[in-house]
């Protein structure tokens, strides 16, 4: 049950092509976001669709595929793990950030 603890399953289309970094030692490091939607009807019987982003950073190997295969618009799904930072920005403010670790992409769809 372990491995149930934190875990993060996505489906959506990427909105930006990858950013990638490779660092010394040639490890690699891809951070894109993720646009999901759920769709509903609401109480007047309207058809909406509510679109969430997630941010997402993936190392390595699973960087690797990214920086190969996925571009702006791509569909495909992602599972990892939820983890949240802080930083102080260049005024001196504290910025909280919320990310998806990937350890694993799957590419949907056809070209």
């Not at 660092?23 to 609401?42: M, P, Q, R, S, V």
């Not at 982003?53 to 990892?80: D, M, R, S």
């Not at 102080?88 to 919320?98: A, L, P, W």
């Amino acid at each position: 049950m372990n491995a149930l603890r934190n875990k993060v399953q996505l489906i959506g289309n990427a909105g930006k092509d990858p950013e990638i970094k490779t660092f010394d030692g040639g490890k690699k490091l891809a951070t894109l976001t993720i646009a999901t939607n759920e769709n509903y009807t609401n109480d007047k019987g309207e058809k909406i669709t509510d679109t969430q982003w997630h941010n997402l950073v993936a190392w390595g190997k699973t960087a690797e595929i990214i920086e190969k295969y996925v571009v702006k618009g791509n569909q495909f799904a992602v599972e990892g793990k939820l983890t949240h930072r802080s930083y102080d920005d260049k005024n001196g403010e504290k910025r909280y950030v919320t990310e998806v670790v990937v350890n694993e992409v799957l590419l949907l769809g056809g070209k």
